[in-house]
């Protein structure tokens, strides 16, 4: 199922069956678009939240997606970071950021500090890396525990970003989701509830404006 065919679907639904009444109104397909990416992001959520709970690491690969970006040296604390692409998902252990490594040394990705503890890594504490670069999340920034930057560190100019995310700009109209066939119908039907409640407050708004 590609984006536009998800959007389509809903828009004929919600004039089918929902706005029977008022046939000219008619959702723009863009904002359409909008909420099938929150609805999927809201979905993919509760799936892995599940997962936790249940005591296990089910995390769907197909929703990790891959970025390239640009590090920037912090020399005044000795460390560096990168600005995110995108939010991942808020997950626990901030294990939305599925991993970090160098451009060119994928293979030996950096370790992940939960922004939780990071007061509880700093100084001395650092041993607990073994003299290895680990990062952690502050805000929209992740910061390195050294400036790999430096040729000492390995001179690391860019880093590869997984993220645990559904960003629906990396893809076009007619290319296929990576969501599977039974979430399908939970993101159809979600996107119609928040369209029909959306549709709902805004009419009662307007009737209030007119008493």
Request: aromatic content about 6%; hydrophobic content about 45%.
């Amino acid at each position: 199922m590609t984006k536009t065919i998800l959007a389509e679907q809903i828009q004929r639904l919600y004039a089918r069956f929902l706005d029977r009444d008022n046939p000219s109104d008619v959702i723009d397909l863009r904002e359409v678009i909008i909420l099938v990416g929150q609805s999927i992001n809201k979905v993919l959520k509760l799936q892995v939240a599940e997962s936790f709970k249940a005591g296990m690491m089910d995390i769907p690969k197909c929703n990790l997606i891959q970025y390239t970006a640009a590090v920037t040296a912090e020399a005044g604390n000795n460390r560096a970071f990168i600005t995110l692409p995108v939010i991942p998902l808020t997950l626990p252990m901030d294990m939305g950021i599925w991993s970090i490594a160098a451009a060119t040394g994928a293979m030996t990705p950096y370790l992940p500090i939960p922004s939780q503890d990071v007061l509880v890594f700093q100084g001395a504490n650092l041993s607990y890396l073994e003299g290895k670069i680990g990062y952690y999340l502050q805000g929209k920034k992740v910061f390195f525990t050294k400036n790999i930057t430096l040729a000492a560190n390995g001179t690391v100019t860019s880093v590869v970003v997984n993220l645990l995310t559904m960003d629906l700009s990396q893809f076009s109209d007619n290319e296929m989701l990576p969501i599977s066939p039974e979430v399908e119908s939970t993101i159809i039907d979600d996107v119609l509830q928040t369209i029909s409640n959306g549709r709902v407050s805004q009419a009662e708004l307007a009737s209030k404006q007119q008493q």
